[in-house]
């Protein structure tokens, strides 16, 4: 059963670390998401050097975040009109509405959004290496769930 990881980061340093690691130890396949505001993108082209192997992204427009820098099957769902925004895009991996809306305030903050979809056997690996490398808000969600599974939440 899949799993979605979610992890909120305070620059693109660190989740390009993260993101370096968990595609190194194949603990994602090709289900990775990454959204930030494009004003916030202090280090221009960052995920540059691990789009060859991880995820292509484009800079689009979402109406209550503005223009973004979103990749990955989250970038499908939003232009595709699967869902018409972020929060309702991140339902669709069975977020709850409430945790939904503090990722898309954490997203308005200029944090960056990551989104490791993987096997529930390698969920904690991917959780545990979204903390080393400072995510500040972490979860777990499961569609068949009403409830995310906490890894870590900073105050």
Known sequence: MKQAIIGSFDSDEQATLALKEISFDRLANNEISILKLKEANK?????????GFAIQGTDFEISELGETYIAGPL???????TAQNLKAALITYGVTKEDAEQYQTSAKEGNTLL????????ASNVANIMSQYGAKSISKWNKNLNHGLKVYKSP
């Open 75 to 81: 970038a499908d769902r939003i232009k595709n009109e």
């Open 115 to 122: 989104i490791i979809e993987t096997n529930s056997k390698k």
């Open 43 to 51: 280090d221009d082209g960052s995920f540059k050097e691990v789009h």
